[in-house]
């Protein structure tokens, strides 16, 4: 992977500019950077490895050298995207989704950000924003997607188990810049379709866990529990709890409810 192959395999995509590093800290600060500096809507910024590459909530993220895919895209939206930015996650989530499909795979979104094969998590997700004032001038979308074996981190620095397209596929993984196209294809298409149901339909058919019984981490002491009944409109989760009440949830980290 270097910037002349990477620029020849994306020609035939309608994106922005591509800035390639063979080691970075975070491609998301470097296209933060760019974005407040004026880079152009779908710049892409990649690397073959990142040394301090970001999770949510300042988790670390783990890109290997020569084994994943690490990549932050510039969006500037369009006035008419602006009332829909809550569902950029789930845009970015399909995408990967897709791409996973399109090799026979069966992906699940764990809501809100990380793409399961397998149960496993494969990809992650983070969405930063650039602010000019109170509007936002660009959202930069981080995606970490591990491709060869060789990017999943060891056992015992995770708290939730990690695949490969190549564990998951049980042979050979396309090349990294292949599944990079595929997933950017996704992406360009759903973007046009951001503010219609279909997206957040699409989304939702493919939420892991659907119908059980699950309990959400969302930043009180307690974790709240019930059963998960799908997607609202503007992306949030809805679970329904042991009072048979609808619970809407905008932030979390969601897990199966361990049996009692
Ligand atoms: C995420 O956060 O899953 C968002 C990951 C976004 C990474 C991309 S790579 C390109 C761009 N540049 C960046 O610096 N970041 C973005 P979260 O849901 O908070 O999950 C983080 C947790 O995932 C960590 O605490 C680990 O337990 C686990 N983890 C770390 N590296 C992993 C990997 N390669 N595969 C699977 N799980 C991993």
């Known amino acids: 992977m270097n910037q002349n192959s990477l620029q020849k395999k994306l020609s035939k995509l309608n994106i922005g500019n591509l800035r390639y590093f063979d080691s970075i800290g975070s491609t998301n600060d470097e296209a933060l950077a760019w974005a407040a500096t004026g880079a152009r809507d779908l710049s892409i910024v990649i690397a ?40 950029t996650v789930g845009l970015a ?44 001038d660009s959202l930069v979308i981080g995606m970490g997607i591990n491709v060869h074996k060789a990017s999943v981190p060891p ?3 995770l708290q939730f188990p990690a695949t490969s397209l ?11 810049e292949d599944v990079l196209f595929s997933v950017l294809d996704a992406f360009i298409h759903w973007r046009e379709r951001m503010a219609t149901d279909a997206l957040i ?51 979390g980290d969601v897990s199966l409810r361990p049996s009692a």
């Open 155 to 157: 056992a015992e620095v």
């Open 201 to 251: 339909h699409a989304w939702e058919e493919i939420i892991a866990f659907r119908g059980e019984q699950v309990q959400v981490q969302a930043g009180g002491e307690e974790n709240i529990t019930g059963e998960l009944l799908g997607l609202e409109s503007d992306g949030s989760l809805r679970l329904r709890d042991a009072h048979d009440k609808s619970v809407i949830i905008r932030f």
């Open 48 to 87: 073959d490895e990142q040394t301090q590459g970001r999770g949510r909530l300042d988790r670390k993220w783990f890109t290997p050298k020569g084994s994943g895919l690490a990549f932050s895209l510039i969006l500037r939206p369009h006035a008419n995207l602006r009332p829909h930015l809550s569902r």
């Open 93 to 136: 989530a399909l995408s990967i989704a897709e791409s996973c499909s399109g090799l026979g795979l069966a992906p699940r979104i764990k809501w809100p950000n990380d793409i399961l094969l397998n149960g496993k998590k494969t990809a992650g997700i983070l969405i930063e924003t650039v602010w000019s004032g109170d509007d936002v």
């Open 166 to 176: 190549e564990d998951a596929l049980g042979k050979e993984a396309p090349a990294r």
